[in-house]
């Protein structure tokens, strides 16, 4: 809400200057920040029409003559249909800035001298909704005589200086003027100055037509009516109107005016109908049937859910409580006897409703954060004697009550120690009682003890933490000084698996692969698209979109979407990977389980073409090699393999692999399948996904350190031929196992299969190297390790040694 | 000829074929011929019989003589030609040091990860714990237990991605925060952790917002912690991420599960507080929310809030990058252009 310096002046003295007033505010209690209207406008001043002739070029343009407080009335052109002779009205003069940049300049309007502008509210910066329906496509005109050549801007209220308040949820009580000039006068240890408000007893009568009724005083705890009869409905005074507008609330009569003003001064919303219009004598308070529709005051048509509550006349419904008035009982400029209605409403069931019919507004946002019911009876005391000082009122009903709820003020009990420890001071408990008087808190001191009881209008405050925060934001958190927590020294860090998984990245980093982090919510598609477990898919309740609808089973087709971003902006050559979780939901249970992956994605060139190279592209042993040198850093007390499959859809049936651990799957590995590239848009690409939870697991390995070799180590090269199809690993699977204790490493050197060889055959070359630790082996020893070896291949895969 | 002027003769014409050599190989053979055994000098003494006894010591010590001044003369040469061919050898070898390199890339972190990572090892050094939490939570632990019962508007169905009507994705780490403090062993000393993660908003992407995005929760409860230690905690954090002579300061605000709360502003560190883009002309950034444990959030863990206290703070690594490196639209974190990426080399 904005707070008009002009206004706050009644209340309490303003001595500072906008901006450092919100500033001050922002830093004790509600985000503000200054507003000033009309700045950069000028020239334009009351005029008053002195006589007015129709343009002889035109039938829409009128030759005004104005008198703006000169000697000479000037001349205007203007073609507002409402322009009329005898008018008070907005002139901006020769050289007159207006918003936007707009400037007015003397000149010739078909042919005639035209020495200014008359201007209509939306002219000169107030929005056009918040103007008088009136004054809409015409000029403003000044509902009683104001002195000619007076600033207009001044009286129009479009000079004020005003704080505007951010309020967080809980700081409702200042969305009325009462309320904002208590917390800015506690800023400024000034205590604001608060008028009863009254009416004129003369005029209450007894006896009333309509009778109140509430259903559930759960949801409604005060429901308070007054009739006020004879009215005279008109336009309000120009003082209620400015502020009204600077608020952003459009001035309509008299009467509605009143209550949207006691609403501005009380944070109360006030209801007022024609009491004329009501089907029945009673006014009860209700849920809505199902279905049932009622009439906006703009006509629109809304269907109401059970869940609304409503104010009703028999049959008729006069609104949704606290949200909005329907038009049947609006009050119109022939409305002689009015009902004002001020209550209190549950805060859910009115942001529910505004919600559901797309209407929030003033009075329900202020139901939704909470009114004052210390104020509700006073606030209709205060709207009738509005109506009264301005429509004449012939009588006015007592309070009709619907229900009633007496206000009790909130008593907390405190200590002025704790509340110094806890904030980390120790002011005097004289410091302390200070500022709950600034406040407005009354506060009994009984040692160290404090009992503080809390107007009704802080409603947000209940325990003894708020009397915290109101200490140290009234002492000036700016006076806080920083200290560290003094308590026992902890142990900070990483869990284990953290670590874990760090290390893991960095072998990747080390391996020139970019960090990705991408969405965990992915399409139906892609989330089907390397469920490789097979697992139940997760799914939210209400997606936004289809893109984001289940819970990710794999990294891969956000590396795979990372992949055809940066291709289709020709950054080829792409390594990436990501750490991250996916959701692995079992049969019959609702929570995923979270398990940490890693994942990566290659294309493109590992080498590219360069002065000194030739370029070449990635291929599957690449990036198994980026797979080996990562499961090397997992410590695992575990013998990695990669099992080739054709079972992966997405992936080429003939390049890709499980890697298992002792049996185990563990991930996989595999470029992608060649329908599956050209339909992501991706150049041929490698990916390899782990599990990194299952690798935390293994991590067991115990290193027992071993010197370094001292004596030599002796090598034989092994070549064979053999079948196509038998698999490197299953031979080096079956050297090792036959070459005996000092066998320590077997390297494929060499891999043919072509012309030179038998159809249907491969010749390989595998480099053997044998040491004993602790002994020069001999080359006896050697050769019979070797012979074993030769004789398991040929008796088991049929090789020929060559 | 006497032996004397054949010996000084042949030193003579071996000193000059030395200096004239062009190739070590003939300042080999020049050392075998003129000093080797079947050489003119080992020859020339044979003649020695014919020398009268008192002059043969003399005779003696020019042979040497001639002997070492053509070594000496030999060596001086190959020393010389070797070094020639040093040189020559280096002049063939020089490169052009400017040609491109072979690349040997290290991938570079992700900007959040790092951001994220450099704020952990501060806290870390300050005796933290690092506790990721779920990103799958329970209503109960996201909502309820912060003190947002069940008509506050802060759940309401549009802010929150439910998987069930009891399971949605977190939309805070503070969700982390009655789990830490429910399996706290107080005994042990106070409980100190910092959760990051991701966490997710029914929010539209655009260039200020996303629908997953990262938090840091921090919370530190015991028997004497205070909003003064809030402050300084947040002080050092503020000077360690955007620079040693950073101020802070605390602004009222509302959170449910905090009371008192506060907004956290940095000085700017773009233009020291003078006003500038960044700060949109008031010299602070908001960077975080914080405040003191809620009783209620203590209370409802069994942890007894008249004898301890709690601070808590959160906040949002995206924010702190696009702050500190200038970044303009948040969806750029999630497109990982590489490009975008690896300008963030080595910054953390
Ligand atoms: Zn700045």
């Given amino acids: 809400m904005k707070i008009s310096l002009s206004w706050l002046k009644e209340y309490i003295p303003v001595t500072h200057t906008v901006e450092e007033i919100a500033n001050k505010v922002s830093l004790t209690g509600i985000e503000s920040s200054p507003v000033k209207l009309g700045e950069g406008l000028d020239k334009l001043v009351v005029g008053h029409i002195t006589s007015i002739k129709p343009h002889p070029d035109s039938d829409h343009l009128n030759i005004c003559t104005v008198d703006v407080g000169e000697d000479e009335d000037i001349q205007i052109v203007c073609g507002a249909p409402n322009v009329a002779d005898g008018q008070y009205v907005i002139v901006a003069r020769h050289g007159a800035h207006l918003p936007e940049g707009n400037r007015i300049k003397r000149g010739k309007i078909r042919g005639v001298e035209s020495n200014g502008m008359i201007c209509g509210l939306d002219e000169i910066g107030v929005p056009e909704k918040y103007v008088p329906e009136a004054y809409h496509n015409g000029i403003y005109v000044f509902p009683e005589a104001e002195k000619t050549g007076a600033n207009a801007l001044e009286l129009l209220g479009l000079t004020d200086e005003m704080v505007d308040l951010d309020i967080t949820p809980n700081r409702a009580d200042t969305l009325g003027m009462n309320g904002a000039a208590w917390e800015i006068g506690a800023t400024y240890d000034e205590k604001p100055e608060i008028k009863k408000a009254t009416i004129d007893e003369s005029k209450v009568v007894k006896s009333s037509d309509v009778t109140a009724e509430v259903n559930d005083e759960k949801l409604v705890p005060d429901f308070l009516l007054r009739e006020l009869k004879g009215v005279t409905v008109g336009e309000s005074p120009l003082w209620m109107q400015r502020r009204l507008w600077n608020q952003n609330i459009q001035p309509v009569n008299n009467i509605i005016d009143s209550a949207n003003y006691v609403m501005i001064e009380y944070g109360q919303p006030i209801q007022a109908y024609d009491l004329d219009k009501l089907q029945e004598n009673k006014v009860v308070v209700r849920n809505a049937k199902s279905g049932e529709k009622f009439t906006l005051e703009d006509d629109t048509e809304k269907v109401l859910s059970h869940n609304d509550l409503i104010v009703a006349s028999g049959s008729q419904i006069l609104g949704i409580a606290g949200v909005a008035g329907s038009i049947n009982a609006r009050v119109t400029k022939d409305t002689k006897n009015v009902l004002l209605e001020s209550a209190v409403f549950d805060g859910a069931s009115v942001r529910k409703s505004a919600q559901r019919h797309d209407l929030r507004g003033d009075a329900s946002n202020r139901f939704e954060k909470g009114v004052d019911n210390g104020n509700v009876s006073e606030s209709l005391v205060r709207a009738s004697q509005l109506v009264d000082e301005l429509a004449k009122v012939e009588s006015i009903s007592e309070e009709i009550v619907g229900s009633k709820t007496e206000a009790k003020p909130t008593v907390i009990e405190g200590s002025i120690s704790h509340i110094n420890h806890l904030m980390g001071l120790s002011l005097s408990s004289d410091e302390i009682m200070n500022i709950f008087d600034r406040l407005g808190f009354e506060a009994d001191l009984n040692g160290d003890k404090v009992t503080v009881t809390i107007p009704t209008r802080r409603f947000d405050m209940s325990i003894e933490a708020d009397l915290i925060e109101e200490v140290i934001r009234i002492y000036g958190y700016e006076n806080l000084k920083g200290t560290l927590p003094a308590g026992m020294e902890t142990k900070g860090g990483y869990s284990a698996k953290r670590e874990f998984s760090n290390k893991l990245r960095n072998v990747l980093l080390g391996q020139g692969l970019d960090e990705v982090i991408n969405f965990a919510l992915l399409s139906k598609e892609e989330v089907n698209d390397f469920n490789i477990k097979d697992t139940n898919l997760t799914k939210l309740l209400h997606p936004m979109t289809e893109d984001h609808e289940y819970l990710r089973t794999s990294l891969i087709p956000g590396l795979i979407n990372n992949v055809a971003y940066n291709q289709a902006r020709n950054n080829d050559d792409i390594a990436i990977f990501e750490q991250s979780r996916i959701f692995d939901r079992s049969q019959g249970e609702d929570r995923p389980n979270e398990v940490e992956y890693i994942s990566g994605a290659i294309s493109g060139n590992v080498t590219n073409d360069s002065w000194n190279t030739t370029s070449k592209e990635v291929d599957f042993y690449d990036v198994k090699g980026i797979v080996e040198e990562l499961l090397s850093f997992t410590n695992a007390k575990a013998h990695f393999e990669y099992i080739a499959t054709n079972q992966i859809s997405n992936l080429h049936p003939g390049q890709s692999a499980f890697i298992t651990a002792d049996g185990q799957r563990v991930g996989y590995i595999g470029k992608l399948h060649p329908s599956y590239q050209s339909d992501h848009n991706v150049n041929d690409t490698f990916v390899f996904e782990l599990n990194v939870d299952e690798l935390f697991d293994l991590n067991k390995r115990r290193v027992q350190s071993q010197p370094a070799p001292k004596y030599p180590s002796v090598s034989r090269d092994l070549a064979i031929l053999v079948e196509k199809d038998i698999e490197s690993g299953q031979i080096v699977n079956d050297i090792f196992a036959n070459g005996g204790k000092y066998l320590i490493d077997a390297n494929i050197f060499d891999l043919y299969q072509g012309s030179h060889v038998k159809p249907g055959h491969k010749s390989l070359g595998y480099h053997l190297v044998f040491q004993n630790p602790n002994d020069t082996l001999t080359d006896e020893t050697v050769e019979k390790a070797f012979d074993v070896i030769k004789d398991s291949l040929v008796q088991k895969f049929n090789v020929e040694i060559r | ?348």
């Fill in chain 2, 1 to 348: 000829m006497s032996l004397n002027d054949k010996l000084k003769d042949l030193r003579k014409n071996g000193v000059n074929e030395a200096k004239r050599a062009e190739k070590l190989q003939e300042l080999n053979d020049l050392r075998v011929n003129l000093l080797g055994k079947k050489g003119p000098i080992t020859k020339a003494l044979r003649g020695m019989k014919g020398v009268p006894a008192e002059e043969r010591p003399e005779i003696g010590t020019l042979a040497n003589n001639v002997k070492k001044d053509i070594q000496l003369a030999i060596e001086e040469k190959m020393d010389e030609l070797n070094k020639q061919m040093i040189a020559k050898k280096l002049e063939e070898e020089t490169i052009d040091v400017t040609l491109p390199a072979q690349s040997r890339n290290i991938g570079t972190r992700h900007i959040l990860k790092q951001t994220i990572e450099d704020i952990e090892e501060f806290f870390i050094g300050l005796g933290y714990r690092v506790d990721a939490g779920h990103e799958v939570e329970e209503d109960h632990y996201n909502f309820e237990r912060l003190n947002i019962p069940k008509n506050h508007p802060a759940r309401d169905m549009q802010d929150t991605f439910y998987l069930t009507d009891e399971l949605l994705m977190r939309t805070q780490t503070s969700a982390q925060e009655g789990r830490d403090m429910e399996s706290h062993d107080f005994s042990k000393g106070p409980l100190k952790v910092i959760s990051p993660g991701v966490v997710y908003r029914r929010d539209d992407d655009d260039a200020t917002h996303s629908h997953q995005f990262h938090q840091i929760e921090g919370l530190v409860v015991d028997k004497n912690v205070s909003m003064a230690d809030l402050k300084g905690t947040l002080e050092a954090l503020c000077r360690h991420v955007f620079g040693p002579n950073r101020e802070i300061r605390f602004r009222p605000s509302y959170f449910p599960f905090t009371e008192p709360s506060v907004e956290v502003d940095v000085s700017c560190f773009n233009c020291n507080g003078e006003g500038c883009r960044i700060c949109k002309y008031t010299g602070w950034i908001e960077v975080l929310g914080a405040g003191l444990s809620h009783p209620n959030v203590l209370e409802m863990s069994g942890i007894d809030s008249t004898v301890y206290s709690g601070i808590a703070f959160g906040l949002g690594p995206e924010r702190f990058a696009m702050l500190k490196y200038g970044i303009t639209d948040i969806r750029d974190f999630y497109l990982n252009d590489v490009r975008f990426l690896e300008q963030f080399k080595g910054v953390n």
